[in-house]
């Protein structure tokens, strides 16, 4: 069964600053697909990136970036310039590649970042 | 943009009560599924659809049924309440792998429950 890991269950960055988020997950799988997703205290968990497996290059969305090492099973999220807003609850996930009805997601149990101003 | 609606954001029950959870989305997406989130247990999946009237077990089904009687509409149901199913539900959906196979799931707001 794959596993998501998200060691740190706290983590703190200064307003500007960059801060990353650390995942790690194991599967037997080659096709796979990666999300970070967040949650702010309004609660809706909204996709902030993801990743194929098969694609070498990192995703980016705008201040969001990720660096994926597949062959380390290591998915960190990077935060560039944090914004007081970025403060949320951040979940890693996980979910096979095939086709078909197989599309669960697996969670890690989340990281909690705050911004200071 | 995709609408994931669940009909209450609280709700307070007691003991040994039929729960219904409901929940309906808005961009005929195939799969559907129902998590709870617990603090320091991230989510866990307790069911979910790929289909009308299919579904299957998650990691936590038990003392929880599901029921998708239409496409668009997903609800959970807790045959006989009980405390330790006191937490917060999310329902969200998804197309089918095939036709968007990085397509993410889409989330509702959640509904906080508590069993009295």
């Known amino acids: 069964a794959q596993t998501v890991t998200q060691s740190q269950p706290e983590m703190s960055v200064q307003e500007a600053e960059t801060v990353t988020l650390s995942c790690t997950y194991d599967?037997?799988?080659?096709?796979?697909?990666l999300f970070w997703y967040k949650q702010p205290p309004s609660r809706q968990m909204i996709l902030v990136i993801r990743?194929?497996?098969?694609?070498?290059q990192n995703a980016t969305e705008n201040r969001f970036s990720v660096n994926f090492q597949k062959a380390a099973k290591s998915f960190s999220l990077k935060i560039s310039d944090s914004q007081l807003g970025d403060a949320a609850m951040y979940f890693c996930?996980?979910?096979?590649?095939?086709?078909?009805?197989?599309?669960?997601?697996?969670f890690g149990k989340g990281i909690t970042l705050s911004v200071r101003p | 943009d995709v609408k994931v609606t669940q009909s209450s954001r609280y709700l307070v029950k007691r003991t040994g009560e039929k729960v219904f959870l409901e929940c309906v989305q808005d961009m005929d997406h195939e799969n559907m599924f129902w998590y709870r989130q617990d603090p320091g247990l991230g989510l866990r999946l307790i069911y979910f659809s790929y289909d009308v009237k299919m579904k299957e077990k998650g990691d936590i089904p038990e003392g929880y049924s599901v029921s998708r009687e239409k496409k668009e509409r997903f609800s959970l149901i807790l045959e006989s309440a009980s405390t330790n199913q006191t937490s917060m539900y999310l329902c969200?959906?998804?197309?089918?792998?095939?036709?968007?196979?990085?397509?993410?799931?889409?989330f509702g707001d959640g509904t906080r429950l508590s069993i009295l």
């Open positions: 996930a996980y979910r096979r590649g095939q086709t078909g009805a197989n599309s669960k997601l697996t």
């Open positions: 990743q194929e497996a098969y694609k070498q």
């Open positions: 969200a959906s998804s197309p089918m792998t095939g036709s968007g196979r990085n397509q993410p799931q889409h």
């Open positions: 599967t037997s799988e080659s096709d796979y697909y």
